[in-house]
């Protein structure tokens, strides 16, 4: 087999990118390790933003997202009990789409499904070869072993995948931070507490009301790392979270049985550089986000978009993007990691903070609520800034 672009990984970078390169006229083959039912078992992130949200439109599997998706035009922050408003519109005239990652993820399918696109499900022990040279891919299935030559690797293999590891450790630069705590979220068949998102900071730790639609509530609370999921009844969940959320918008919450409970561990991870000869890495495999700043899926985006160009000018004849494109994605990764790290250290407890840290958090907070310039800056990062 051979293709212009092989594509390690069909999560929602791997998709978006294939789907936009067919557009473009650039074949691609995808190789995810999972089966299909599996990545679309997966519940994450559900704020979208305009870049974002504009690259699906363009890759045509943006019609559903426009049927049931919603655009907020703010969130709330809360701090022990108290709330406030951040208007995005006022602040600096955007908004976010509310639309789960997975809703996302099954749109792109049935999008490369429409296209004819080559996704290939349960491929196993993909490994990358010669990637500064004739770069190759080879895998198993239950059909036996598998060889694609290709011109371009594009690893959009998540955080554990094979392609990071493909770039040499000489090369490598990664910078880590792991945050003592993780969110352990639910989904329900509740109506959402309030019509906006709610972020909450409290002394017994943080807490998020979000939301999929009218009908169905995604909720996280601050968790110690030790903590199991089979430690968290759904009583237990919702008495922490009605604790932590405005006493109001306690009284209004309604419960349900969860239908999805998970802990996901807080991280904030970049490798550089993100290229290697004929390997570009995408999304996830090359950065990681602590989700309160819901950046992960949309920097993913932003990645997708740069790789595009780069690619499609390469095509042209044109190298210089491609050999941007590590330089351009960085520049707005860091962006996003700061702001998710300054969101994240405003709004969680932290084991063994000093009081001056803690008076510094209910600092930060209070200057948001005061100030529309303060605002307007978390109101420009959340909504996304430019690509
Ligand atoms: P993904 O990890 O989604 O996809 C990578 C794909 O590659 C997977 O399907 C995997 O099976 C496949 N793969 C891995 N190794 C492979 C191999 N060797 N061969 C072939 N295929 C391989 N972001 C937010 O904005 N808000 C959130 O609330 C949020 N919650 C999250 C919760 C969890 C538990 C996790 C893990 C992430 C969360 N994220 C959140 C971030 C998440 O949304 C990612 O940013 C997004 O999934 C990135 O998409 P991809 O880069 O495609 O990576
Ligand atoms: C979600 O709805 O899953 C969600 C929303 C905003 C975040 C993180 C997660 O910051």
Redesign the pocket.
């Known amino acids: 087999m051979r293709t212009q672009v092989a594509i ?7 998709l978006l990118l294939s789907q936009l390169l067919n557009r473009a006229g650039i074949a691609t083959v995808v ?4 089966s299909r039912d599996y ?1 679309l078992g997966r519940i ?4 979208l933003e305009t870049g974002l949200v504009n690259l699906l439109r363009e890759a045509g599997a943006g019609a559903r997202m426009d049927r049931e998706g919603h655009l907020h035009d703010g969130c709330h922050l809360a701090q022990n009990g108290r709330m406030f408003r951040v208007d995005f519109r006022e602040a600096c005239g955007k908004q976010v789409m509310v639309y789960g ?1 997975t809703e996302v993820t099954r749109d792109l399918y049935d999008a490369q499904d429409a296209m004819g696109a080559t996704v290939i499900h349960e ?1 196993e022990d ?1 490994a990358l070869h010669d990637l500064t040279g004739s770069p190759y891919v080879t895998w198993r299935d239950a059909a036996g072993e598998h060889r694609l030559d290709c011109d371009f690797v594009a690893g ?7 392609s990071r590891q493909a770039i040499p450790a000489s090369v490598r630069t990664e910078f880590e931070k792991v945050y003592p705590f993780g969110w352990l979220g639910i989904l329900s068949r509740t109506p959402p507490v309030e019509d906006e998102l709610i972020y909450a900071a409290h002394d017994r730790g943080f807490a998020l009301a979000s939301m999929r639609n009218p009908a169905l509530s995604r909720y996280y609370i601050q968790v110690p790392l030790t903590d199991r999921v089979e430690d968290w009844s759904d009583e237990a969940f919702w008495a922490e979270f009605r604790a932590r959320m405005p006493e109001d918008v306690a009284a209004r919450l309604v419960t349900g049985p969860s239908i999805e409970k ?1 802990i ?1 561990p807080l991280r904030s991870f970049v490798t550089e550089p993100m290229r290697w000869g004929k390997l570009f890495l ?4 090359a950065h990681i986000v602590p ?1 309160t700043g ?5 920097l ?1 985006a932003s990645d997708v978009h740069y790789l595009l160009e780069g690619l499609v000018a390469h095509y042209r004849g044109d190298g210089r993007g491609i050999d941007a494109y590590s330089q351009r994605a960085l520049a707005r990764i860091w962006q996003a990691m700061r702001f998710s790290w300054s969101l994240t250290t405003m709004m969680h407890r932290f084991p063994g903070a000093s009081d001056y840290e803690r008076r510094m958090q209910d600092s930060e907070l209070a200057l948001l609520e005061r100030s529309a310039t303060a605002r307007q800056l978390l109101a420009e990062n959340y909504t996304g800034l430019p690509y």
């Open positions: 390690i990984g069909g999560g929602p970078s791997g190789l995810e390790r999972k990545v994450r992130a559900g704020v990652q491929a993909v959009c293999d998540g955080f554990h995948g094979i998970s996901a995408c999304g996830d495999a989700p819901a950046k992960g899926l949309n993913a």
